[in-house]
Each structure stands twice: as C-alpha cells, then as structure tokens.
T-cell receptor
Framework: EPEVTQTPSHQVTQMGQEVILRCVPI?????FYWYRQILGQKVEFLVS????????KSEIFDDQFSVERPDGSNFTLKIRSTKLEDSAMYFC?????????FGEGSRLTVL | AQSVTQLDSQVPVFEEAPVELRCNYS??????LFWYVQYPNQGLQLLLK??????LVKGINGFEAEFNKSQTSFHLRKPSVHISDTAEYFC????????????FGTGTRLKVLA
C-alpha cells in the first residue's frame, strides 16, 4: 500500500540552526501539506502546496518557514533559524485530492 | 472557514462500558469528516471517515460515527471499550474544494479504567 514517508524521524538541533524536514508523498498525489503538533496539543495546519506553489498558509507559517518540491518526488519543509518554540512533531500529508494521507511524523527538538 | 469543536478534553470510562466522543463542526460548504487516533509518541491513525453516502460510518477497532448534518455533528462511539483504546482522539473536517486541507479539533483524551 502506498504511503507517505518522512525523514528524519527525530532531529535534535541548536536554537538558530537551519533544519530541513523531508517527505516523500504518494507518487500520483497532487496536493501536499505540512502540519505541526506541539507536544500535548492539537494538530495545526501550516501550509498546502499545489502545482509547484503554496496554495494556502496559516499564520504560523511565517518567513522562517519555506517549502519546496525540489525534484518532483520530495517535498521539504525548511525552518531557517529555529526557535525553542519550533519544537514539535511535524507531519507531512498528500492527497489526490480529497482524503489526506499522513506520514509518521518528524519530531524536532530545539535546544 | 471551517472549524471543529471537541467539547470534552478528557473522557474517563471503565473497561467494557460504552463511550461517545463528541465532535461538532462549522462550515458554510459540504464537508468531509474524519476521526483519528493517536497513541503516545506515535503518528495519526485514521479510524474512520465520512466522504458521502450512508451517514453511519464504521471504522477500525469497533468504532463508528454518525454524520448529522442538521446538528453539524460527527460523534464517535464504541459499544464496549478496552484498555488498549486509551489514547488521544482527534476529529477533523475538510471542505470539498479549495485546498482540501484538514482542520483538527483540540482532541479528546480517552482513558479506559480497569
């Protein structure tokens, strides 16, 4: 069964460092998403991506964040200068459109 | 814009008792509705979904939910819970157009007691 895969599963970084989280969506999907879940809180929408551009972003998705589909298969989330409050689980999802399929998540810990 | 309300942040229930986790949504357009379960330090697992058709939806692990358009609700039910059902449960809504993004509720922590 096709699935969304995310790497790394866990990353620890120092405050101020750049982080790139990677996702491989399901191959025939056209819509891509990133969500964030701070420990013990709800899952929050960050950004959606379609046709090689951002289709929608939330207030959380400020200038520190960027997304890219560099090679037609990967979908990345970059955080330019991490802050302590960026510590969270980040989920990637893709859809064809309609139902979203989520990856297992990348846990980011900022020290 | 859509929104989701999960009124109960925590629901304690004894093993083998029935449970209902409440979810209400708000949207100006037709929606898709979903329930996810999340075990500690794990990802999101889809329990069930309403896309169209029958308003009573059956999912995995013996869960079911009923879409009630007039009450804008999608409550999750299980007739007899097990200790292993202890987890966080999230309701989510998606519009049927636009970006198809999901909006999640704040979650309900189900704690099954022996």
């Amino acid at each position: 069964e096709p699935e969304v895969t995310q790497t790394p599963s866990h990353q620890v970084t120092q405050m101020g460092q750049e982080v790139i989280l990677r996702c491989v969506p399901i191959s025939n999907h056209l819509y891509f998403y990133w969500y964030r879940q701070i420990l013990g809180q709800k899952v929050e929408f960050l950004v959606s991506f379609y046709n090689n551009e951002i289709s929608e972003k939330s207030e959380i998705f400020d200038d520190q964040f960027s997304v890219e589909r560099p090679d037609g298969s990967n979908f990345t989330l970059k955080i330019r200068s991490t802050k302590l409050e960026d510590s969270a689980m980040y989920f990637c999802a893709s859809s064809s459109p309609g139902e979203l399929f989520f990856g297992e998540g990348s846990r980011l810990t900022v020290l | 814009a859509q929104s989701v309300t999960q009124l109960d942040s925590q629901v304690p229930v004894f093993e083998e008792a029935p449970v209902e986790l409440r979810c209400n949504y708000s949207s100006s357009v037709s929606v898709y509705l979903f329930w996810y379960v999340q075990y500690p330090n794990q990802g999101l697992q889809l329990l069930l979904k309403y896309l169209s058709g029958s308003t009573l939806v059956k999912g995995i692990n013996g869960f079911e939910a009923e879409f009630n358009k007039s009450q804008t609700s999608f409550h999750l039910r299980k007739p007899s819970v097990h200790i292993s059902d202890t987890a966080e449960y999230f309701c989510a809504v998606s519009d049927r157009a636009g970006t198809y993004k999901y909006i999640f509720g704040t979650g309900t922590r189900l704690k099954v007691l022996a």
